[in-house]
Every structure is written in C-alpha cells, then in structure tokens.
C-alpha cells in the first residue's frame, strides 16, 4: 500500500498562492510508487464529497477539474519524491482539506482508495 503524506497547507487571503507537497514515507515500494504512478491531488469540503482536483498520468500528462484550471499545476519531482501542487489565484471556494493518493490512472480518476493520509487544511480567507 503506498503511504503517502501531504503538506503545506495555510491561512492564505484570496488571490493569494500556496505550494502543496505529497510525500512518498520512506519506504522503497511508496517512493517507487510516487516515481511510477499516476497520482492525484483531491479535496473536501466541509459538508461535501471529496473531488480530484488535479491528476498527473505516469507519463506526467495533467488534468484539472474546470474551477482550478489555469489556478492550479501539479508536477512531479521524482529527486525530491514528491508530486506537488501549486495552487495561485486562490478563492474563498477553494477552502479545503487536501489529500493526495497514488495508484493507477483509473483508480485515481475514480479516487476508488481504500486508505487516505490525513491531508492538509487549506484556507482562503480575507
């Protein structure tokens, strides 16, 4: 099971930015996955159902949800093991926990996961 660990949440004020990081844990089969994998980037509101966000392809092709695309980018830094997301422009609306998972492409389009990590609190607010 690939563990992973997200980071870099905050208080930011609208229009401001912030920088996201999922972690692969130390072990080698959640480093390798987080290098190999297709990982997406997912958040939840209070009182709604989590959604994917962002999604990288293993080959590294991204795709955003229509309320964060040209706000948002996820990248990949495989000598860091991470996958982060750079969040810009931010709005009240995006206020959320964020989590990120690994797996295949289908898994995380579906965010179909058994386990999630305990995310990161992102909060846009003046």
């Known amino acids: 099971q690939v563990q992973l660990v997200e980071s870099g949440g905050g208080l930011v004020q609208p229009g401001g930015s912030l920088r996201l990081s999922c972690a692969a844990s130390?072990?080698?089969?959640?480093?390798?996955?987080?290098?190999?994998?297709?990982v997406g980037w997912y958040r939840q509101a209070p009182g709604k159902q989590r959604e994917l966000v962002a999604a990288?392809?293993?080959?590294?092709?991204?795709s955003y949800v229509a309320s964060v695309k040209g706000r948002f980018t996820i990248s990949r830094d495989n000598a860091k093991n991470t996958v982060d997301l750079q969040m810009s422009s931010l709005k009240p609306e995006d206020t959320a926990v964020y989590y990120c998972?690994?797996?295949?492409?289908?898994?995380?389009?579906?965010?179909?996961?058994?386990?999630w990590g305990q995310g990161t609190q992102v909060t846009v607010s003046s």
């Open positions: 990288l392809t293993s080959g590294d092709s991204a």
């Open positions: 130390g072990s080698i089969f959640s480093i390798t996955a987080m290098a190999i994998y297709a």
């Open positions: 998972n690994a797996g295949a492409f289908d898994t995380v389009i579906a965010g179909t996961f058994g386990s």
